[in-house]
């Protein structure tokens, strides 16, 4: 694929928020130089970083007139975006993070599907960049095929799922006129506003891989700290928000597959943590599964089995139960959890020794067609 150069294409402002990422921010913006759309410009905003980002930035900068870096003080990741988005001068804008890279077809997929469609943005699909390399999470791969442009929610409603901030480039017009921003001060800032702009905008989905999202194994990343509670406030706080736009658009059907789908779609991964828990965190963890699935319960969600099975536990608040069930799901390495038969049906069986499913409603270890084995 060649470079791409139209005497009329739009630019594309690429917002870069740097926070202690020097051993990172030279890959991030070497795929910023490679890419084949060449109309952008790159706004690094140094947000008060301790390390040499900041001068490897203005390093950048000063061979590359389309980069511009901007200092500010730390006020968090969202504060930087917002920033950073000040400055933007482009028609499109985007958000890269500094640890990770784009494809060098990325820009030219996103903008191209805007300057076709006329939509209001665009969204593709990512790689997940570990350290044995490059992998398309499967529930990303079934949201973005097959393209479709011009779709409003309630077309693809499961596509709030969606959450993230980096594989998307929307029109700045929109951006400005739907008033959309990023959340100060609070982890998790991206789904409040991708879920806003998806409800109030006009899209485009497309299954290219646009992004590589860079999973670090230093315990540095905030996927990695689930188990602290200052994550949990803040993932309750930000999904509190997402679901009050969606509850204010008044589509029930929209609503019913955020809850579902969306909303339960990354409490496995909490309940994973529940063996070392602290009492603080048990407590809040409870207490936001009640609040949210209180009335419908998880066991209606689109969890795996196991984890409808946990979350019921946490909404009962057996705490030992649901430690020794995660704790038993540990030793699966990624497998399903076994089924049986008995006058009940067909349903998950879990050894004694873990659980009593006679305690256990049976909702709660029902199985769904497709699950059957």
């Known amino acids: 694929m060649g470079i791409l150069r139209r005497r009329h294409d739009p630019s594309v402002s690429i917002v870069v928020p740097v926070y202690g990422v020097e051993a990172y921010l030279p890959a991030c913006l070497d795929s910023l130089l490679a890419q084949h759309w060449q109309s952008w410009?790159?706004?690094?905003?140094?947000?008060?970083?301790?390390?040499?980002s900041g001068e490897i930035a203005e390093s950048y900068a000063?061979?590359?007139?389309?980069?511009?870096?901007?200092?500010?003080?730390?006020?968090?990741?969202?504060?930087?975006?917002?920033?950073?988005?000040?400055?933007?001068?482009?028609?499109?804008?985007?958000?890269?993070?500094?640890?990770?890279?784009?494809?060098?077809?990325?820009?030219?997929?996103?903008?191209?599907s805007l300057i076709e469609s006329g939509s209001d943005f665009v969204t593709g699909s990512i790689v997940r960049w570990e350290a044995d390399g490059l992998h398309e999470p499967p529930w990303m791969a079934r949201l973005h095929r097959p393209?479709?442009?011009?779709?409003?929610?309630?077309?693809?409603?499961?596509?709030?799922?969606?959450?993230?901030?980096?594989?998307?480039?929307?029109?700045?017009?929109?951006?400005?006129?739907?008033?959309?921003?990023?959340?100060?001060?609070?982890?998790?800032?991206?789904?409040?506003?991708?879920?806003?702009?998806?409800?109030?905008g006009i899209f485009d989905v497309v299954p290219a891989i646009v992004y590589h999202w860079r999973i670090r194994d230093d315990g540095s990343s905030i996927t990695q700290q689930r188990a602290s509670v200052r994550d949990l406030v803040d993932r309750w706080e930000?999904?509190?928000?997402?679901?009050?736009?969606?509850?204010?658009?008044?589509?029930?059907?929209?609503?019913?597959?955020?809850?579902?789908?969306?909303?339960?779609g990354d409490m496995w991964r909490y309940f994973l943590e529940i063996p070392d828990a602290s009492d603080e965190w048990w407590a809040?963890?409870?207490?936001?599964?009640?609040e949210f699935w209180g009335q419908r319960s998880l066991v209606h969600s689109g969890l795996p089995p196991v984890h409808r099975l946990g979350g019921w536990l946490?909404?009962?608040?057996?705490?030992?139960?649901?430690?020794?069930?995660?704790?038993?799901?540990?030793?699966?390495?990624?497998?399903?959890?076994?089924?049986?038969?008995?006058?009940?049906?067909?349903?998950?069986?879990?050894?004694?020794?873990?659980?009593?499913?006679?305690?256990?409603?049976?909702?709660?270890?029902?199985?769904?067609?497709?699950?059957?084995?």
């Open 314 to 373: 946490v909404e009962q608040d057996r705490r030992t139960d649901a430690a020794a069930l995660m704790t038993w799901v540990g030793t699966l390495d990624g497998r399903p959890a076994p089924q049986t038969q008995d006058a009940a049906g067909r349903h998950i069986d879990v050894p004694n020794e873990v659980l009593d499913l006679s305690t256990v409603d049976a909702a709660a270890l029902a199985l769904r067609d497709f699950e059957l084995r």
């Open 284 to 290: 809040l963890l409870r207490d936001g599964v009640r």
């Open 62 to 112: 000063a061979q590359d007139p389309r980069i511009r870096v901007v200092h500010v003080p730390n006020g968090g990741l969202g504060s930087a975006r917002n920033v950073g988005a000040t400055y933007a001068t482009g028609e499109f804008l985007a958000f890269l993070d500094s640890d990770d890279v784009l494809p060098r077809n990325a820009l030219a997929s996103l903008a191209s």
């Open 41 to 52: 410009e790159a706004i690094v905003v140094d947000d008060g970083s301790p390390d040499r």
């Open 147 to 200: 393209l479709a442009k011009g779709l409003r929610i309630a077309d693809r409603p499961e596509l709030l799922g969606d959450v993230f901030a980096w594989n998307k480039l929307f029109r700045r017009s929109f951006w400005d006129t739907a008033g959309l921003s990023w959340p100060e001060g609070i982890r998790y800032e991206d789904q409040p506003t991708t879920t806003r702009a998806f409800l109030a």
């Open 238 to 264: 930000t999904k509190r928000m997402s679901y009050a736009a969606v509850r204010s658009a008044g589509d029930a059907t929209v609503e019913s597959v955020f809850v579902d789908r969306v909303l339960a």
